[in-house]
């Protein structure tokens, strides 16, 4: 504020600088007392404006015209854009016919915008502006603060994990000294074994050396070949030593993975580790044949609990049966589409994907959108050990293919090609059936390649399975559904030859299932006892349930 408005000080004459101010000239904004008025107006202006000094600033000071210097401009032109007139200008033949405003009303209407403005920078934007300066400087001072504070985290955290390896690696050193011992003793138990069948055949052979040196003949004539006794040879016993998962290693810095210790004898595996090793049976049996009495085509299964399973036949409609074929359940798709496929989530929740490109999920009996496609159309998938969700899928062109993992609706991880670029599955629309092996590998059944595609849970190729050369198997390998076991063996349906192939967890081929009268066999799932499920694509509606497990 200057000096001369302030409280603190009298307004003096810009004239003598001396008298105390009693008038203002409004025109030339000067401070008058009373003997400098006529000083100030002696120039012969005669736009002076003399006002009392109370009244300053009450006068309106309209700009001076560009055409007559001496007139002032009072109003604005409608019709030229920006023009301003006087009372000369608006006689002019140029303007003839123009429309004017005056210019005390425009002025009168944007001080009112101006003073509205004003107000509300000052009431309005400047206080928030302020309140988030405040807020940036607030933080900015607690910066240094707060990172210090996480870094003295960090190194605690540091000093716990250090803590926990000391004794996680301390106990896996304890593991693998058990595991030492139990393979030592698997080892020294066949070698016993064997040595005890050594024995007696060193014993007959040292005999059937004496009677070949031996003249007697009665010796020679009485003797009975026992060659037969000893002709069933003993198992070939194999144990490999344990591994380290170091992927998981570096994946999730506090998991580390059991050893694992096989004993192989032939093609079945003694795991030292878990006592509950399963063989297959050499005649899988038939258990039960459940009619569903659908007369569409079924082609998706899977296990709610031991006595219940959810089917979905390729229409609007997922029923929920019982193992008798008793019908608990009946949803009818959101959308009224069909249904691609259907899984079940940990809590026990469907979910189904259906034609109409989304994911939904039936929770307490209602119907919800989880995941939306734009672009791309899901076909099968999975619910993993971490209940994230596994959804095959294929771009609107048929033109790629592709396996994309979710976290609820988020996208977390996208799987399409090799290490060399190329695509993993067959580019088009075929069924492209998903599952999640024990070891966490991704195993997809490629129709449209008649393959199996079976990556790690980084994305990275790990094999395929092509079908096995049979003389009774003369079809193409096409398989449409997948599952896997307890023991991480992989199911695949043959649906062309209307049987079941068994693999390993490394693609190797252990058997087929072909002797429960399937046709076209689908969609596939094992329950809990590792029990399996079939569907039949066939206008039955039958889904058979198969033990093949001792």
């Keep these: 504020m200057e000096p001369r408005s302030s409280a603190q000080d009298v307004h003096r004459c810009d004239l003598c600088e001396t008298a105390i101010v009693h008038s203002y000239c409004d025109f030339c904004h000067v401070n008058l007392c009373k003997p400098c008025i006529g000083e100030h107006i002696t120039d012969g202006y005669d736009q002076h404006k003399i006002v009392p000094f109370q009244q300053r600033r009450s006068t309106f000071i309209n700009p001076k015209c560009e055409t007559h210097p001496f007139k002032h401009c009072k109003f604005k032109c409608k019709n030229c854009e920006n023009i301003l007139v006087c009372s000369t200008c608006m006689a002019s033949e140029q303007n003839g016919g123009h429309r004017f405003e005056e210019l005390l009303d425009i002025y009168k209407t944007k001080k009112e915008t101006i003073k509205n403005d004003a107000k509300e920078l000052e009431n309005c934007f400047f206080p928030s502006y302020e309140e988030i300066a405040l807020n940036m400087d607030n933080q900015l001072s607690n910066v240094d603060g707060g990172y210090e504070k996480i870094t003295t985290e960090i190194s605690k955290q540091g000093e716990q994990w250090h803590r926990e390896i000391d004794v996680i690696i301390n106990r896996m050193k304890t593991e693998i000294n058990e595991i030492k011992k139990k393979h030592r003793d698997v080892l020294q138990k066949h070698l016993d074994e064997i040595r005890q069948t050594q024995s007696p055949i060193k014993q007959t052979l040292q005999a059937l050396r004496d009677i070949q040196e031996s003249t007697e003949v009665f010796r020679t004539i009485e003797y009975i070949s026992k060659v037969k006794d000893f002709s069933k040879r003993p198992h070939m016993v194999q144990v490999s030593l344990p591994t380290l998962d170091h992927e998981k290693l570096y994946s999730f810095f506090r998991h580390f993975t059991s050893f694992s210790t096989d004993t192989k004898e032939n093609t079945s595996s003694l795991n030292l580790q878990n006592t509950s090793v399963r063989e297959l049976l050499d005649e899988p049996e038939l258990v039960r044949t459940i009619t569903t009495g659908q007369h569409q085509y079924l082609r998706s299964v899977t296990c709610l609990e031991d006595d219940m399973i959810w089917v979905g036949d390729g229409t609007d409609n997922i029923h929920c049966f019982t193992i008798n074929g008793t019908i608990l359940q009946k949803i009818k798709t959101k959308s009224g589409k069909r249904t691609r496929d259907i899984a079940v989530d940990s809590s026990g929740n469907l979910l189904f994907a259906d034609e109409s490109k989304k994911v939904y999920q039936v929770k307490n009996g209602h119907t919800e959108e989880l995941i939306t496609f734009p672009g791309w159309v899901p076909c099968q998938m999975c619910v993993t050990s971490t209940d994230d969700l596994l959804v095959t899928m294929h771009n609107d062109d048929y033109t790629q293919s592709k396996v994309v993992r979710y976290s609820r609706s988020r996208e977390k991880q996208i799987i399409q090609f090799d290490g060399e670029g190329k695509p993993l599955y067959s580019e088009n629309g075929y069924i492209k059936y998903i599952t999640e092996n024990k070891n966490r590998d991704i195993c997809v059944a490629d129709y449209g390649a008649g393959a199996v595609v079976v990556v790690n849970q980084d994305g990275k190729l790990k094999w395929r399975y092509t079908g096995h050369p ?50 076209y066999p689908w969609g596939l799932c094992v329950d809990n006892d590792d029990t399996l499920f079939v569907c039949e694509f066939n206008s039955k509606g039958n889904i058979k349930k198969i033990k093949y497990l001792k």
């Design 470 to 519: 049979s003389v009774t198997k003369n079809k193409p390998f096409k398989p449409p559904g997948i599952t896997t076991d307890s023991q991480s063996r992989v199911l695949t349906a043959g649906t062309d030859n209307h049987c079941i192939h068994i693999l390993d967890q490394n693609g190797q081929f252990l058997r087929y299932i072909d002797n429960c009268d399937l046709e």
